[in-house]
């Protein structure tokens, strides 16, 4: 069935520090592509998402690129803020399922 | 357009004892979803709604989970009788039937305890 792999946490940034969360998928057919953040005591917020090979989310300054060749859809942001801390999770929807990764919990530090 | 609305926001009972969660979706979104989320891990189906029709509850544990959607709007997830390891936030969400790349939209969960 479809899975998502992504970098496991929890990981602590400076302000201002360069963002890579890692995410893999193995899925069939075209699945899209998506990533989810929670911040403290909220539920799940989409964050930005890719529905074909090669597009491009981006949303607050976070950007990821559907790579079918690798099959990934790593998260980046080039200056994190102390708002950025939140659980990042990374899914996938294949017939409208939604399968999601364990989460990464980001700590931005002043 | 407003949200899709959970209730209660927090939950706390014993073991054994029975609880109800309920769940109004966006207007208009035929699809909703009931997801578990268990502390430090991604959130996982448990059932899937089409209307008032049930498309997938595999991961439904049925022997003390049910849930309804009699009208095809609302929604109520019940668990009788809980266990401890039923202490997790249960996510609401809801999306436009058809639309696999549209997301879903989630509402702020409810918080079981079970001590």
């Known amino acids: 069935g479809n899975s998502v792999t992504q970098m496991e946490g929890p990981v602590t940034l400076s302000e201002e520090a360069f963002l890579t969360i890692n995410c893999t998928y193995t899925a069939t057919g075209y699945p899209s592509l998506f990533w989810y953040v929670q911040y403290p005591g909220e539920g799940l917020q989409l964050l930005l998402k890719?529905?074909?090979?090669?597009d491009k989310g981006s949303n607050k300054g976070f950007e990821a690129t559907y790579r079918k060749e690798t099959t990934s859809f790593h998260l980046e942001k080039g200056s994190v803020q102390v708002s950025d801390s939140a659980v990042y999770f990374c899914?996938?929807?294949?017939?409208?399922?939604?399968?999601f990764g364990k989460g990464m919990k980001l700590t931005v530090n002043p | 357009e407003a949200g899709v609305a959970q209730s209660p926001r927090y939950k706390i009972i014993e073991k054994r004892q029975s609880v109800a969660f309920w769940c109004n979706p966006i207007s208009g979104h035929a699809t909703l979803y009931w997801y578990q989320q268990i502390l430090g891990q991604g959130p996982k189906l448990l059932i899937q709604f089409q209307n008032n029709g049930v498309v997938d509850d595999s991961q439904l544990p049925k022997d003390r989970f049910s849930a309804e959607r009699l009208k095809g709007v609302d929604s109520t997830l019940k668990i009788q009788p809980a266990k401890l390891e039923d202490s997790a936030v249960y996510l609401c969400a809801s999306s436009l039937a058809g639309r696999r790349d549209y997301g879903y939209t989630f509402g702020s969960g409810t918080r079981l305890t079970v001590v």
């Open positions: 890719a529905t074909k090979a090669d």
């Open positions: 899914a996938l929807s294949g017939s409208e399922k939604l399968v």
